[in-house]
């Protein structure tokens, strides 16, 4: 745990908020999960717990009964955000709605607390579109799901955050387990949303053409490329592609080809 | 293994052909190894028998003595090709090397025995443009590499490649162990490398524009997508993405955004 955090606040209670509350809670944090209702909380609570027994089942955290204890939810925002050291936000997403909010945790928590966003539509520069007091504290920290299996964690900084908010959330995001990556320019999509699409296009494309089925084309994805993309990313399996001569060979040889 | 068939004829010895090797041998095959020279086709051994050492500390078979004891080596086709029930060809990606080989490579071998191209650059169509006799047995099956790890085989028959064909390279791949895919259609790059050269432009895109360097786009695959595409392709992916609705849901909502 991060010295002087003690307590993370997840606003917002669904398939995310649940998720980053099963990570802060099963490192340490005490964890207040805030929703519209009772009823959507009793259900979030429910699964938390079930996702910090899969954690603990897969060897990857201890004490189920300690951090399902470490979990309280209230309707509040108010009283979610009172004493809470860090704020995790993963609501509808709809500018809209997130507006109005980021302009009310702004006003209900101290200048130091940073806000962090799950949003994967928007960036930072417009949810604090709205923030007169302190848009600095304010960052996107994009999870994937399974939240609280898969460990990418995108930091993307609006225009007007701190270096201090990016260090802190990166600090934090570390220190649950997460493998945080900083985006340096805001860009929709951010980094894996984005390769994922022109996978997907490509995908469809070949469906389309004829190539193959839906289904072939997901058994070629699992079986081949998936496997390498699981331990290293596309620069680094083209560097290896190049034999001896690395990148620069396959940029010689075949990259001309490729970009067609 | 197959009924019928015990000896494999692995043309061309490098890293492709090792990994051919491995993977017959280890299975119960006799594997001929061929190539220019003496020297090279002493290496190829050598590193065949790593790759088999490899696949038994792995768990993935048993007894690596006697898996390297069923490889020989020669560097005459003919011979190579004189008692081999299936050949599978991974040599020098030139058509000017590959259409007189399987010229001949048709002649050498009876009506019934299947060769299989390790090409990721050609069609089967282009490739078998010499064969005089018996064109109707000849298949690209292309394999990742490492080709004794990954286990996926694209199977792309060319235009006078016979169900038949298909269905034998279907069975022997599976045979030892591979997954794999077949093509409905002949295009380049089959279906993996057109998948990988698009993600890997976006790659190059996203450091191109200044949103991430080239080991923060390796890391955000690594530690995210790449997880999930191991194990399952982007359309289930997505599927399941779209919660309750599936795919169908995605497409009314973000598709159209993605597909910007």
Known sequence: MIEGIKRVACVGSGLVGQGWAALFAVNGY??????????ILAEAVERTAHHINTLVNAGLAKGPDEA??????TTSLEEALSDANFVIESVFESLEVICPLYEDMDRLTP?????ASSTSGFMMSDIARDMKLHPERAIVAHPWNPVHLVPLVELSPGGKTTQGTVDFTYRIMEDIG????????EVLGFIANRLSAVLWREALDLVDQGVASVEEVDKAIRAGPGIRWAIMGPHLTYHLGGGKGGIEYIMRHIGV???K
């Open 257 to 259: 080809k490729k970009a």
């Open 111 to 115: 200048a130091d607390v940073v806000l």
């Open 68 to 73: 399902v204890a470490r979990l309280r939810t």
């Open 178 to 185: 997460r493998v945080p990556v900083v985006l340096k320019k």
């Open 30 to 39: 005490e964890v207040v999960l805030q929703d519209l209702t009772e009823e």
